[in-house]
């Protein structure tokens, strides 16, 4: 038995059906035999799309411990239990490590653990069983079954399960917006050939797997199974997407090295000047148990939790602004994002058609509205008109809501909805804004007979009759009453079948100029990318019989043109314009018609008069180099394949260094939405498998909602730069501390729990309420943080070197004053060090306000969040079974005061750095 000619490579759509049939050896009468269907299935396998291997939970569970700083705690976890064993002391401060150690790597480790869901998701989008013809007969079998050269019935309903050829197709109409991205039905004829190249949305012959049945019935030969197909081909691009570290991580890392390997050259330091003061080797036991405070204190045991809760409460405000977060490393790296790559339909339009011109006899008209709402006017050269005084308008009008097979109706919630085509509920939309409600017109009018829409005639036609002659045809004879034909379809077609025009209500010879008007008309509203239709009539002095409908349909009376478009959303072009002050470059990639795109695009701002649509086409035929130089200067692409959408994304981020954010709703989206830096779903009419690729849906399908986010975005960022300089403020503060008192000839300052508490409690509360502060003025007016820019770039580090210097430098005065007179320096040390970290949490809200000229009631929880601690504080100094845990004695009041004391002067050091750099900046500006 022959092998059948089966190739990926193969254009299916350029050969006639019979020609298929033949090159996969595959009989349309009887099928394939079991033979056949043995050595194909061993020779192409399952019908089933394939996943690459991922990492293990095991393997994610692992590199949460592979990082420096918890490697660091680690190590010291265990050399501080050795020697607290050693004392016949229990290992207290080495458990509380541990625990520290473990909830880490826990939280990190639920943070990454998200499945990769997109390929299953993928691998849903196939009909559990469909029906073939196997050996001459019908049968059910699991999609998974099928190989090339099977036969599939197709009907109404089903989803197509692999790609095929069709042999059959009555009034077949397939619904492909998982594929190409563009939500309209496509009618699909078995007869064509076409030429090679072109869009998967043009190969009107093929049906492809994942896609849906709407309206009429097909058979299909099966051409490409499993991973061959063109759904096979977005899971294998999806495979081939490797997950990248966010700029955070990217940041974290460096911060996590930055101070380990600070923390080791201070302790090496410590170490040997203690060693070399003492001249020989007696103080090692109490020079490492120093040095293991050093690194304790080093680490900020409580800024994961902290990024995390910080994360997660920028999910919250992200929510409320019509944005979910499904991973929560997204809402910061949001703040970079300097290329925002979207759809076009849903996102930058409202997903609804809508009438916008329309041309008839007597004159030009344009309509205002949105939505199908049907609230709006009608404008002849600008100004609202009362179209029954308009009678060509009038019959345009009756023809579009009377031709039609849709409903408008209100829903529960008082907004207004479609059922059915939404070409023609534009149609209907258009009715009720011009005074001629669908409602009003079925009342006055009885449809008697129709010829419904076909691909092959490219047109509808109804017969209606006034109600009040309550007359209907009846089977087998014409009425006797007078009716009337209207008729809709290709604007072309239609004008071919009109011998007459109408012109203010009157039937004129239709002239060859007046045909070649039409056809500009048509043109020009076609070049601007709107959808049109043409409308033609005709009047029966009795209804004819059925069967002679077509015939009637060869003598119309043209009435007009209209033209719609689906509208680009209000707030969109607003948002565009927002992105350009914020830097941010936004492109839009469609499925759709390069004429459409282009003109919603210059709409909204998106594109400039002179700029181009470039197609997928086109991209397949340039090289690497020439991709770049392309993508970096054109803003619109139509007609696009996911490879094509994975092509630019990448050529963005990796010629261009742009930090991308990927919009879609399809199947086709996947790949570059996952690809992205920001993967962001559609959350109405995007698929499973985009929202499970990507890290961002948005629950209103809004353009203007990606903006609000990234601007959230921006804000977390802030606050964790906040934030982080409190925290590493302070902690540079205890570690100069711990490591200058052996060399003073002063004991250990703090023990390792003493650190701990400051480093989680002080450090940990005052921190989660800073990354509550409000945006600061005009955040989206600056330019994008760059995705590489160093975690202490901008003065972050030397701001957080001074400060620590500043809070060392005071303990250490304090420490060298009291230690001589005072029992309990060490407690005073250890409080002093913590009611100065609230000072500086008060003025760590601004980098240019002091504390006194900022509002509380814009960050109430900061100030909750430090009496809270200081009370704490105080419960650790005077509560007995405290006092004991963490080795501390009760101070008198004079003695709390001199803690207070102290502790102001690093609040009033950081504001007299303020009133420093506003003058310096005053003084240079001049």
Not at 102 to 127: F, T
Not at 430 to 447: D, F, S
Not at 573 to 589: L, S, W, Y
Request: aromatic residues 6%; hydrophobic residues 45%; proline residues 5%.
């Amino acid at each position: 038995m022959p092998t059948p000619a089966v190739s990926a490579d193969l254009p299916w759509y350029c050969l006639s059906s019979a020609a298929v049939a033949q090159h996969l050896d595959s009989n349309p009468e009887k099928g394939l035999t079991a033979e056949q269907v043995r050595q194909r299935r061993e020779q192409f396998g399952s019908n089933e799309l394939v996943a690459a291997g991922g990492r293990s939970r095991w393997d994610m569970i692992i590199d949460q411990f592979t990082n420096v700083m918890l490697l660091m705690l680690f190590a010291v976890a265990i050399i501080s239990g050795y020697l607290e064993i050693a004392d016949g002391e229990w290992p207290k401060d080495a458990v509380a490590i541990f625990i520290i150690v473990g909830l880490n790597g826990i939280l990190g480790y639920l943070q990454e653990a998200q499945a990769e869901k997109a390929l299953a998701a993928l691998q849903k989008m196939s009909s559990p069983t469909v029906t073939v013809r196997r050996q001459g007969q019908l049968d059910q079998i699991r999609a998974t079954e099928l190989v090339p050269g099977d036969w599939v019935l197709l009907e109404t309903g089903i989803q197509i399960p692999a790609d095929g050829r069709l042999w059959e197709a009555v009034n077949l109409q397939v619904r492909e917006a998982a594929l190409t991205g563009e939500s309209l039905s496509i009618s699909k004829r078995a007869d064509l050939e076409l030429t090679n190249g072109i869009p998967l949305g043009d190969r009107l012959n093929m049906a492809y797997q994942g896609t849906e049945v709407m309206q009429g019935r097909g058979l299909m030969l099966v051409t490409e199974t499993g991973m061959k197909t063109e759904l096979g081909k977005v899971a294998g691009l999806l495979n081939s997407v490797e997950s990248e570290p966010t700029p955070l991580q990217l940041r974290m890392d460096q911060l996590g090295k930055t101070l380990v390997t600070g923390s080791l050259i201070l302790v090496a330091v410590v170490v040997l000047g203690g060693l070399w003061r003492a001249g020989d080797l007696s103080p090692l036991r109490e020079l490492l148990t120093v040095s293991l405070s050093m690194a304790v204190a080093v680490v900020p045991e409580g800024l994961p939790a902290v990024i995390t809760v910080t994360l997660a409460i920028g999910t919250q405000r992200m929510v409320r602004r019509r944005a979910l977060i499904r991973r929560l490393p997204a809402v910061e790296t949001l703040g970079s994002v300097t290329t925002i790559c979207t759809d076009k339909t849903g996102t930058l339009t409202e997903n609804k058609m809508v009438v916008v011109a329309m041309e008839t006899g007597s004159g030009s008209y344009t309509v205002t509205g949105s939505g199908y709402s049907p609230t709006g006017e009608v404008l002849c050269d600008g100004v609202p008109i009362e179209t029954k005084s308009y009678p060509d308008l009038t019959t345009l009008l009756t023809a579009g809501v009377l031709c039609n097979d849709a409903t408008l109706q209100q829903d529960p919630s008082g907004g207004w909805e479609i059922l059915g085509d939404p070409t023609e509920g534009a149609l209907l939309t258009l009715g009720g804004k011009a005074g001629l409600p669908q409602t009003q017109l079925k009342t006055q009018y009885v449809r008697s007979a129709e010829i419904p829409f076909t691909s092959e005639r490219k047109r509808m036609s109804v017969v209606v009759t006034p109600a009040e002659l309550g007359s209907k045809l009846t089977s087998g004879s014409a009425t006797d009453q007078p009716c009337a034909l209207y008729c809709k379809g290709s604007p072309e077609l239609i004008l071919k079948k009109c011998q007459s025009i109408l012109i203010n209500g009157i039937p004129q010879p239709l002239s060859d100029q007046q045909r070649e008007q039409i056809l500009a008309a048509n043109n020009h509203m076609a070049q601007d990318g709107i959808r049109v239709l043409g409308f033609g009539t005709t009047d029966f002095p009795q209804c004819p019989l059925p069967e002679a409908l077509d015939t009637f349909e060869d003598n119309l009376v043209w009435v007009g043109l209209v033209g719609m478009r689906d509208a680009a959303r209000p707030e969109v072009k607003d948002a565009i314009e927002q992105c350009r002050q914020a830097g941010i470059r936004p492109i839009m990639i469609t499925g759709d018609h390069k004429l459409t795109a282009l003109a919603i695009a210059k709409d909204l701002n998106l594109a400039q008069a002179g700029d181009v649509a470039v197609e997928g086409e086109t991209l397949s035929e340039k090289g690497p180099q020439q991709l770049g130089e392309l993508v970096k200067a054109v803003n619109v692409y139509a007609r696009v394949a996911p490879e094509h959408k994975l092509w630019i994304v990448q050529t963005l981020q990796k010629e261009q260094h742009e930090f991308v954010a990927m919009t879609g709703d399809g199947v086709n989206d996947a790949p570059a939405i996952k690809q992205a830096n920001i993967g962001i779903a559609m959350g109405i009419t995007g698929t499973d498998v985009s929202r499970e690729a990507s890290d961002m849906v948005l629950l209103d399908d809004n353009f203007a909602t990606i903006v609000a986010a990234i601007e959230e975005g921006r804000i977390v960022y802030s606050n964790i730069r906040r934030f982080i300089k409190y925290i590493l403020g302070s902690n540079i503060g205890e570690v100069l501390t711990v490591a200058a008192a052996p060399l003073l000839g002063l004991g250990l300052p703090l023990s390792t729990l003493q650190i701990l508490w400051m480093n989680l409690v002080t450090d940990g509360l005052p921190a989660l309420a800073l990354a509550m502060e409000p945006a600061e003025e005009g955040i989206m007016n600056r330019l994008p943080v760059p995705p590489t820019e160093s975690i202490f770039a901008r003065g972050l580090g030397s701001y957080m070197v001074r400060v620590g210097i500043i809070f060392a430098l005071t303990t250490i005065s304090m420490m060298v004053i009291i230690e001589p007179y005072m029992t309990e320096w060490r407690t005073m040390v250890f409080t002093m060090l913590c009611l100065a970290q609230m000072g500086h949490a008060l003025s760590a809200r601004s980098s240019s306000r002091l504390v006194i000229t900022l509002d509380p009631r814009t960050n109430p929880y900061l100030y909750w969040s430090v009496g809270l601690t200081t009370l704490l504080q105080l419960a650790l100094i005077y509560v007995p079974v405290l006092q004991r845990f963490f080795g501390l004695q009760p101070l008198s009041l004079m003695e709390l005061m001199i803690c207070v004391g102290f502790s102001a002067l690093v609040l009033v050091w950081v504001e007299m750095e303020k009133v420093w750099m506003a003058f310096w900046i005053k003084r240079q500006s001049r």
